[in-house]
């Protein structure tokens, strides 16, 4: 699958300030990278920094006023959709090293306390089927809600107010993943089929010897995604971090779906 990709951010820094962004699509074995330009304006000199475990790049710049960045991108995906119930859960002595840390609670997802709550659910399941259980759970019980989280609205939040946006879906699922002791990590991506178009969160689960991905609000189908990058929660992949103040002036996401040659 062909998909086109052109992303604004546009906002007004209220003071000098220190920007992070990651914008651009990661090169991937199942998601290649034909094309793609990156234009900022209003900031210092770009300084491209790798992302978390290699995957995609991160940039680091300073702006002073108005701060617009444009992304254009296509990109070709080969990926099927992951089949969960027929994956096994590896032993957590064999995982390779960059995986373990997935095993762990992190800021927003406070997988320790919700290990009670996974074991009474879930009982009697384990590795794929497990986790096609806490998204059919999470379908029953959350409800989608825009507005509903802020930038503090960590997993427990979202269980005790049954409801939020794609950010909180998949904190909820990773936590409860981890609870069972199957690492999971948090994937920004580019979403075809997405309403609205927006920066989309994912997850992917650590099954079967490989990262599987799947997306716990259940928008889009993960064979329509191009990665951006992943980390622990939303610390790790946010578009952009502000070291400062500054106002949204427009924010814009597009992707198509193009027929390849």
């Known amino acids: 699958m062909r998909l086109s990709i052109d992303a ?3 906002y007004e820094l209220d003071a000098p300030a220190d920007l992070l962004f990651a914008v651009e699509v990661a090169q991937m074995a199942d998601q290649r990278l034909i094309e793609d330009r990156l234009t900022v304006s209003g900031v210092e000199p770009l300084v491209p920094i790798t992302g978390e475990e290699g995957i995609g790049r991160r940039t680091w710049t300073r702006g002073e006023g108005r701060f617009t960045a444009r992304y ?4 070709d995906i080969e990926r099927p959709v992951p089949d969960l119930a027929a994956m096994r859960a590896d032993d957590l002595r064999a995982l390779p090293p960059l995986v373990v840390p997935y095993l762990f609670a992190s800021r927003y997802c406070e997988a320790d306390r919700l ?4 074991c009474r659910e879930f009982d009697g ?5 497990k986790v096609a259980a806490m998204m059919r759970w999470i379908g029953d019980h959350i409800d989608y809600v825009p507005g509903a989280s802020d930038a503090a609205t960590t997993a427990v939040d979202t269980l005790l107010s049954r409801r939020g946006v794609c950010r909180d879906f998949a904190h909820l699922l ?5 609870a069972a002791d199957i690492p999971a990590r948090m994937v920004a991506g580019y979403a075809w089929n997405l309403e609205p178009p ?4 994912l997850v992917e689960v650590w099954l079967d010897g ?6 716990p609000s259940g928008l889009v189908s993960t064979d329509a995604v191009a990665r951006i990058g992943v980390g622990r929660d939303a610390t790790d992949i946010s578009f952009l971090t502000i070291f400062g103040t500054a106002r949204l002036l427009d924010q814009r996401v597009c992707v198509a779906r193009l027929t390849s040659p």
């Open 174 to 178: 990773i936590a409860m993943a981890r």
């Open 125 to 129: 399941l384990a590795g794929g089927a």
């Open 198 to 201: 927006d920066f989309h969160a």
């Open 210 to 215: 490989a990262w599987q991905l799947i997306d």
């Open 115 to 118: 290990h009670p709550m996974v």
């Open 72 to 75: 254009t991108a296509l990109v």
């Open 8 to 10: 604004l951010l546009d």
